[in-house]
């Protein structure tokens, strides 16, 4: 989970209390801190997580989650590893849910998707191998760049700049809504 929910304090096992941390320019400063002197504040923070445009053999490479509805597919997503490096760790991601090896990989851009509390770390992936899908992925779709049509939230904003940088033109699309919280490992 990114947003963990704590009702205890994980240092002292006291309960959580909702408290005023001061003020931060309108952002709110209500946070669940512990009830006891041991200084334990939950501060929420977003989690950070790594995403994968891969390009292979001239197609953008998309995936279904094996959570997500028929026909929804997207970039190939994870959460870091601790103290792993982001570009290793989007590497690794590809790697995983693929099968393929990351040549190179370029920075799109950082994104919040607020639904998860999650920092979205965007890469443009070339890779190269052969597919072969992770425990994660139901299927996946070969996509030419020109025809990527990205939605307005977190992975879809680094598609639409991707395609930006390369004088493509799009249209956006809804996103349908997820069934479950837990879509990305
Ligand atoms: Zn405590």
Redesign the pocket.
Known sequence: MSTEAFNY?P??A?PLVECSIGEAGGVSTVRRA?A?E?G?VQWNNPVPCVGALIEHEGDILLARNRAWPEGMFALVTGYLEAFEDPRSAVAREVREETGLEAVESHVIGNYIFERKNEVMLCYHVLARGTVALGEELAEYRRVKPEKLRPWKRATGLAVADWMRSRGLPFEWIERPSLPTERDRT
Do not use: L, Q, Y
């Open positions: 304090c240092r002292c006291r512990c006891g041991c334990f």
